[in-house]
């Protein structure tokens, strides 16, 4: 049993090892989930401190980065609910795009590329990051959760504790949001 416990022990990461490998990833889905640096900073020094307290007591039932992530998010929620002042933006209902019977209200215009091929490109990815940075916060964080870290409905349900058909509806929304965000970045230009 001393031999299992000395086993464990040395597997166990050092604080040093986990701030070097899971730092900038802390810091990515706070900043997604916030849409502001300052904020993010915050909540990963935060994250980071839990860190330093908990790390001893980290059992290994579930896997570290799944830890951290769930801490991260956990954090970047609370740091919002905290927040004393915020002016909330109008959220845009992306349903007026569409006519009552369903077609476009505009006509759609087809991507030169795919997304997946510019997202590679800096500026692209600048674009991306400034369009999920404008979401309103209910539609960012399903979209955050399930599109950049490609979590299940499910469990996206049970973060932010909603209904399995909210966290689909604010996706499916966040999704049209962000079509027309980046529209102009990538339509077709007649020639």
């Given at each position: 049993m001393e031999e299992?416990?000395?086993?464990?022990?040395?597997?166990?990461?050092?604080?040093?090892?986990?701030?070097?490998?899971?730092?900038p990833r802390i810091y990515s889905l706070a900043l997604r989930l916030l849409g502001n640096e300052a904020d993010a900073e915050d909540v990963?020094?935060?994250?980071?401190?839990?860190?330093?307290?908990?790390?001893?007591?980290?059992?290994?039932?579930?896997?570290?980065?799944?830890?951290l992530h769930r801490l991260t998010v956990n954090a970047?929620?609370?740091?919002?609910?905290?927040?004393?002042?915020?002016?909330s933006p109008a959220i845009r209902e992306p349903l007026d795009n569409f006519l009552e019977n369903g077609a476009h209200a505009r006509p759609v215009h087809r991507w030169s590329l795919p997304?997946?091929?510019?997202?590679?490109?800096?500026?692209?990815?600048?674009?991306?990051?400034?369009?999920i940075a404008e979401l309103p916060e209910a539609y960012r964080d399903v979209f955050v959760l399930a599109d950049v870290e490609g979590l299940g409905n499910a469990?996206?349900?049970e973060m932010l504790a909603l209904s399995v058909a909210a966290v689909k509806s604010r996706l499916h929304r966040a999704r049209l949001l962000m079509r027309n965000a980046l529209a102009p970045h990538f339509e077709e230009v007649a020639v």
């Open positions: 299992l416990s000395s086993v464990q022990h040395a597997l166990k990461p050092t604080v040093e090892q986990v701030f070097r490998e899971y730092a990963t020094q935060e994250v980071l401190l839990q860190l330093i307290r908990k790390l001893d007591t980290f059992r290994g039932e579930s896997a570290l980065p799944t830890w970047a929620l609370m740091h919002r609910r905290n927040r004393a002042t915020r002016s997304p997946d091929q510019k997202a590679l490109d800096r500026e692209t990815r600048t674009l991306i990051d400034k369009a469990e996206i349900a």
